[in-house]
């Protein structure tokens, strides 16, 4: 090769290193990349086939499971005090254990004659965000924020909450304390909402933000996942709400793109109370209200029950137990008791939690195998304290290692965190600061690993 040749050659390697190196085409490349990766290893290991079998469970059951006796009222014993007592709550993995005798849950009587809202209802002002990759928490709350003229995009809300661009999901605690700390709004989060509650606060003036369970029409292979939608309006004449969705502004359903005309008078999707209902029940009706400090009152106010977490608890709890015997779809069930497991892990009843969530992993095989949630403890980690908090440190291993396992790249900082506890309650201490170290390095300054090597005596 001749001297101008080789000159070529380095001119064109310097230009196809400069422009791959280009924000624009490099994100295009890693997320391409990234598909490939996990489509082989998807195929070559299906997550779908993988199946938790809890300890009290090993001898294996199938469509003959018995469900499991539930039964809140009875105190949950005194973890032993071996057990690490964690931060102030801020969601129900940072709840210290519960006391021999917890108060009781408090009670609402609502006003004898409500007033009846409007037929129809619909927030505008929002500035419409289409989300980036697994970034549908922060491109949401984003959203919502600028009802409140924030000023601000899914960037900051992003480096906030999902500083690794790798991280899959954003947890509705993270979104209201992000809220709570880092602007002059106040923000909550419940579980157990409905759709009588949605529409009180959309008519009042709060958009709301829920979490749900989302299979798009352009990753029908990709099976189950979790998704943010921001609720603006509703119309009971048509019966349906209206919502605000990240990832369907970049593929709505009709295909193409929204075009510039439609985009300047864009108000929402439109989506069917009972499509809502059916992928809400999958987060256990779980949602987010961001508000002025000053109408505190006023959001409280039309939450009633629900103002608290041991009221809203109680509900969701109530109604996930009522769902159990009322759902006949298969999925439905599992998912039902998933959420009963949830919510006695939100009132601190580990043991019948334990209890619930075995009978939703006994459910789970039956669930025909291209539409199993094999994601969901991406997105839901309740197992992990539920069997943390009963002792059974060995169950919390195999679910981490588990769900870790089945994942294109194991990067949830939760399962790191419980399979830690449960390590270092077994003694192993270095498998659990090697645990911790890395929950940290795919969520940096994540509270909880932070705070449990700071007891330990180590530098995060």
Same mark, same amino acid.
């Given at each position: 090769?001749?001297?101008?040749?080789?000159?070529?050659?380095?001119?064109?390697?310097?230009?196809?290193?400069?422009?791959?190196?280009? =924000?624009?085409?490099?994100?295009?490349?890693?997320?391409?990349?990234?598909?490939?990766?996990?489509?082989?290893?998807?195929?070559?290991?299906?997550?779908?086939?993988?199946?938790?079998?809890?300890?009290?469970?090993?001898?294996?059951? #199938?469509?003959?499971?018995?469900?499991?006796?539930?039964?809140?009222?009875?105190?949950?014993?005194?973890?032993?005090?071996?057990?690490?007592?964690?931060?102030?709550?801020?969601?129900?993995?940072?709840?210290?254990?519960?006391?021999?005798?917890?108060?009781?849950?408090?009670?609402?009587?609502?006003?004898?004659?409500?007033?009846?809202?409007?037929?129809?209802?619909?927030?505008?002002?929002?500035?419409?965000?289409?989300?980036?990759?697994?970034?549908?928490?922060?491109?949401?709350? #984003?959203?919502?924020?600028? &009802?409140?003229?924030?000023?601000?995009?899914?960037?900051?809300?992003?480096?906030?909450?999902?500083?690794?661009?790798?991280?899959?999901?954003?947890?509705?605690?993270?979104?209201?304390?992000?809220?709570?700390?880092?602007?002059?709004?106040?923000?909550?989060?419940?579980?157990?909402?409905?759709?009588?509650?949605?529409?009180? %606060?959309?008519?009042?003036?709060?958009?709301?933000?829920?979490?749900?369970?989302?299979?798009?029409? #352009?990753?029908?292979?990709?099976?189950?996942?979790?998704?943010?939608?921001?609720?603006?309006?509703?119309?009971?004449?048509?019966?349906?709400?209206?919502?605000?969705?990240?990832?369907?502004?970049?593929? =709505?359903?009709?295909?193409?793109?929204?075009?510039?005309?439609?985009?300047?008078?864009?108000?929402?999707?439109?989506?069917? +109370?009972?499509?809502?209902?059916? $992928?809400?029940?999958?987060?256990?009706?779980?949602?987010?209200?961001? &508000?002025?400090?000053?109408?505190?009152?006023?959001?409280?106010? %039309?939450?009633?029950?629900?103002?608290?977490?041991?009221?809203?608890?109680?509900?969701?709890?109530?109604?996930?137990?009522?769902?159990?015997?009322?759902?006949?779809?298969?999925?439905?069930? +599992?998912?039902?008791?998933?959420?009963?497991?949830?919510?006695?892990?939100?009132?601190?009843?580990?043991?019948?939690? $334990?209890?619930?969530?075995?009978? $939703?992993? $006994?459910?789970? =095989?039956?669930?025909?195998?291209?539409?199993?949630?094999?994601?969901?403890?991406?997105?839901?980690?309740?197992?992990?304290?539920?069997? &943390?908090?009963?002792?059974?440190?060995?169950?919390?291993?195999?679910?981490?290692?588990?769900?870790?396992?089945?994942?294109?790249?194991?990067?949830?900082?939760?399962?790191?965190?419980?399979?830690?506890?449960?390590?270092?309650?077994?003694?192993?201490?270095?498998?659990?600061?090697?645990? %911790?170290?890395?929950?940290?390095?795919?969520?940096?300054?994540?509270?909880? #690993?932070?705070?449990?090597?700071?007891? %330990?005596?180590?530098?995060?």
């Amino acid at each position: 090769m001749n001297k101008r040749k080789k000159i070529w050659v380095l001119i064109i390697v310097i230009l196809l290193a400069v422009t791959i190196n280009l =924000p624009p085409v490099w994100s295009r490349i890693d997320y391409h990349s990234r598909v490939i990766y996990r489509n082989v290893k998807y195929w070559l290991n299906p997550p779908s086939e993988v199946v938790f079998v809890p300890s009290s469970n090993e001898d294996g059951v #199938s469509s003959t499971y018995a469900p499991a006796i539930i039964d809140s009222n009875t105190p949950t014993p005194v973890p032993p005090t071996k057990l690490p007592v964690k931060p102030a709550r801020s969601t129900y993995e940072a709840i210290s254990p519960p006391t021999p005798n917890p108060s009781p849950i408090p009670t609402y009587t609502p006003p004898p004659t409500p007033t009846p809202l409007p037929t129809y209802a619909l927030l505008t002002g929002i500035l419409c965000e289409r989300q980036f990759m697994n970034n549908c928490g922060p491109a949401t709350l #984003s959203m919502y924020l600028s &009802y409140y003229d924030w000023g601000k995009n899914q960037l900051t809300t992003g480096a906030a909450i999902r500083p690794n661009a790798k991280d899959v999901n954003v947890m509705p605690y993270e979104l209201a304390d992000f809220v709570n700390e880092q602007t002059d709004k106040r923000a909550l989060w419940r579980y157990g909402g409905d759709l009588q509650t949605i529409k009180a %606060l959309v008519n009042a003036g709060f958009p709301v933000m829920i979490e749900k369970g989302f299979e798009p029409y #352009s990753l029908r292979n990709d099976g189950w996942m979790g998704h943010y939608n921001l609720v603006v309006g509703y119309d009971d004449e048509e019966k349906s709400l209206t919502a605000h969705d990240s990832y369907l502004m970049s593929y =709505p359903p009709w295909g193409g793109e929204i075009s510039q005309d439609l985009w300047d008078t864009f108000i929402g999707f439109d989506f069917s +109370f009972s499509e809502i209902e059916q $992928a809400w029940r999958s987060f256990n009706y779980v949602f987010v209200v961001v &508000y002025p400090p000053e109408r505190e009152n006023d959001v409280l106010d %039309l939450l009633g029950p629900l103002a608290t977490d041991e009221g809203a608890c109680q509900i969701a709890y109530e109604r996930a137990k009522q769902e159990t015997t009322s759902l006949t779809d298969v999925r439905e069930q +599992f998912f039902a008791w998933f959420n009963a497991g949830t919510s006695l892990v939100c009132l601190q009843d580990y043991a019948n939690a $334990a209890n619930a969530y075995d009978t $939703a992993f $006994a459910i789970y =095989p039956d669930i025909q195998q291209d539409s199993r949630p094999y994601r969901i403890l991406w997105y839901e980690t309740g197992p992990y304290p539920a069997y &943390y908090y009963t002792e059974r440190y060995q169950d919390v291993i195999k679910l981490a290692n588990q769900t870790l396992g089945a994942m294109a790249e194991p990067v949830l900082e939760e399962s790191y965190y419980w399979r830690a506890l449960s390590q270092y309650a077994l003694g192993n201490t270095a498998q659990a600061l090697a645990d %911790l170290r890395t929950s940290l390095e795919y969520h940096p300054g994540f509270a909880l #690993s932070t705070a449990k090597l700071k007891e %330990l005596g180590m530098i995060p």
